[in-house]
């Protein structure tokens, strides 16, 4: 089945993909943040669904969530403002969330939906691969939707083979061991574990998240892999000023 | 269903439990999934395990025959002391034993969370005695409301990090120390301190908390010529003493096992912490399990008078106990866990945790055989609560 993500990956190296929490820095920010991305030059977008605690987020993300959740931001209102997307941004969209968010809309529900409004994939940190491959890997794919899983320089080869396998678009390596605030050791860190992971000779390309903050260590990035995934810088960025739209543009300006 | 005491190989009792966590947190989880049960069945564990449980927390903790409480409740109650132990409740049991655990797995620095401060103020001495780095997350609201464990925290050498997200109680800490791990994996071992959290901490827990039940058996047999009881009763917030206390009746289906989980101003308040009652199946701090949540699947703040039970959510294990009906739940209000507190204080001259007394008012609301033997769990002391007790007065 053809998936804009899977477009994307075969026709272009370098890709930038931006991470937004939606219904923040306002409720109806949503969609003018995706038309502004689009317009402005990234290559893929990954709309965060809040969550009130969330785990694998920093402190600017978990932020984030907590202004969209008072915003009144709910799953089924995003769905909501997703609808009709797909005649605005032709970009591909993953939705990045954590698991019980979904479970509580309905696994399947949720993936139905996903399809419907046109969302390509999803991102799910908090569940590990065993059991996505035992429990929702047969939902997801039925939705012709593409689960995006995490690996670290801490995951296994063998751990790293079996994400592989059970993938079909692009693994997103996250960028260090140490995932938040200024790693010194950060290029080294990230090179040594690119080196590794370009050895095992892994069927599926990689995009690098965590730690990429600007144009600069985006382009460190994308020398050893597929694409770079901007999450807490942007998110800080679009909140400067009062106008969401101006915010992205002036933060994409950078990468233009 | 068949109720299960110990998780399958993938963490689960029933439908709850398993492990879902962020792959940055695998590598640490998995090294314990595949070290705990070997470490911590070897002979050399064990013997290190029990003796500072003997010579340093003071084990075994007394199980003492409260006779005016008996009388006043025509029945015979008796309390598992735990508020005797080192530290002023059963949560070093746990931290000795997770740190002994971590030091055979090499690692430096400990992590843990905490809500009353019991289990901060457990796994800083551990720590202190272990000669470890120790690092305690505490929300702001339990910083101010449990001055003086944060005191004795400090002194103790431990870092307290107050957490200001959320609720700014035990879930939100909960949450900023796994945020911690994952973002400092390196030779850092996390002492969670309830039976919540990836597999296998929920059983790792339990085993290390199942001394409480162990001991009543022995103490018991001692005291009546017979092990077992016939009603164990303990408090749930988490659920790591009621765990403990439960632990070697699980199987003994003639033993009732009564959970009191903390009701807050009222099941339908608003301001509850009533897992059980208020909760649904969803995915929390690493295990599928009972939590309070919205429609949408947002976790809802709870409220107890009680830093220790003020948390949304009980361990997977307890959620089994309760959907297979072995264990039987009540919820207890703030004011009458604090006038069942004081009455002990009055009955017996002992001054109960806030947690604890909730345990206790299960004896009002519950009507016992006089024949019957009644094993209260005194999870911890009061001299922590004082202020909030001197309001009750």
């Excluded at chain 1, 995006?148 to 396998?165: G, H, K, M, Q």
């Excluded at chain 2, 085993?207 to 039940?213: E, R």
């Excluded at chain 2, 790591?240 to 439960?246: I, K, P, V, Y």
Aim: charged share 25%; proline share 4%; hydrophobic share 40%.
């Amino acid at each position: 089945m053809s998936n804009r993500i899977n477009t994307v990956l075969e026709s272009k190296d370098n890709i930038l993909s931006i991470y937004f929490t939606a219904g923040y820095p306002k409720l109806d920010d949503t969609m003018k943040v995706l038309v502004e991305l689009e317009r402005s030059g990234a290559d893929m977008i990954e709309v965060g669904v809040p969550f009130s605690d969330p785990i694998a987020d920093g402190p600017t993300i978990q932020h984030s969530n907590t202004v969209a959740l008072d915003n009144g931001m709910s799953v089924q209102l995003l769905f909501d403002q997703l609808s009709g997307v797909r005649d605005k941004v032709s970009l591909p969209l993953i939705m990045m969330s954590s698991l019980n968010p979904i479970i509580q809309y309905g696994f399947e529900q949720f993936c139905q939906k996903c399809q419907e409004v046109g969302a390509d994939g999803l991102i799910i940190p908090d569940l590990p691969v065993e059991e996505y491959i035992s429990e929702y890997k047969d939902v997801v794919e039925r939705y012709g939707l593409r689960n995006i899983i995490l690996i670290t320089p801490s995951s296994t080869d063998a751990r790293i083979r079996l994400i592989d396998e059970h993938t079909d678009s692009f693994i997103y390596m996250v960028s260090s061991a140490a995932t938040t605030g200024v790693n010194k050791n950060f290029s080294q860190d990230f090179e040594a574990f690119a080196k590794r992971l370009q050895a095992m000779n892994l069927k599926n390309p990689l995009v690098t998240g965590f730690g990429i903050k600007d144009k600069e260590s985006f382009d460190q990035v994308t020398k050893f892999s597929k694409g770079g995934i901007i999450g807490s810088a942007f998110v800080k960025a679009v909140a400067e000023g009062d106008d969401a739209v101006a915010s992205t543009a002036k933060f994409m300006r950078e990468f233009a | 269903m068949k109720t299960s005491l110990n998780p399958d190989e993938r963490g689960y009792y029933g439908s709850f439990g398993g492990a879902f966590i962020p792959e940055m947190m695998q590598a640490n989880v998995a090294e314990l999934q595949e070290k705990y049960l070997d470490i911590i069945g070897t002979q050399e564990f064990k013997d290190e395990f029990d003796v500072l449980l003997r010579d340093y927390v003071g084990r075994p903790s007394p199980l003492y025959l409260a006779t005016r409480l008996s009388e006043k409740y025509e029945t015979n109650v008796y309390l598992k002391r735990e508020d005797l132990n080192h530290t002023g409740a059963h949560k070093i049991n746990n931290s000795l034993g997770q740190i002994i655990l971590a030091k055979k797995l090499g690692k430096k620095r400990i992590i843990a969370e905490t809500g009353a401060g019991q289990h901060g103020v457990a796994t800083a001495t551990a720590c202190a005695l272990m000669g470890l780095e120790c690092t305690v997350f505490m929300g702001e609201l339990d910083v101010k409301r449990q001055a003086p464990n944060v005191g004795r925290m400090k002194m103790l050498g431990a870092q307290v990090v107050p957490v200001s997200s959320g609720s700014k109680t035990l879930k939100d800490a909960t949450n900023e120390a796994m945020r911690y791990w994952i973002a400092n994996p390196f030779d850092t071992h996390y002492i969670i301190g309830s039976v919540v959290g990836p597999h296998p901490y929920p059983d790792m827990v339990a085993k290390f908390q199942s001394v409480i039940s162990e001991e009543i058996r022995k103490q018991l047999k001692e005291k009546t010529g017979s092990e077992l009881p016939d009603v164990v009763i303990a408090c749930v917030g988490g659920g790591s003493n009621a765990t403990g206390a439960f632990y070697h009746f699980l199987e003994e289906e003639k033993v009732r096992l009564i959970a009191a989980e903390a009701a807050g101003k009222g099941l339908e308040s608003g301001f509850t912490a009533a897992a059980t009652f208020k909760g649904v199946s969803g995915i929390l701090h690493g295990s599928k399990t009972l939590f309070m949540q919205t429609d949408d699947g947002q976790v809802v703040e709870p409220h107890s008078i009680s830093a220790g039970l003020d948390y949304p959510g009980i361990g997977p294990a307890l959620a089994h106990w309760f959907e297979t009906g072995r264990v039987e739940y009540q919820a207890i209000t703030d004011e009458d866990a604090m006038q069942s507190g004081l009455e002990l204080c009055k009955l017996e001259g002992i001054i109960p945790a806030v947690e604890s007394s909730h345990a206790l008012a299960v004896l009002d609301k519950t009507k016992f055989g006089k024949d019957e033997h009644v094993v209260v769990n005194l999870s911890g002391r009061g001299d922590k609560d004082l202020e909030t007790y001197l309001k009750y007065l």
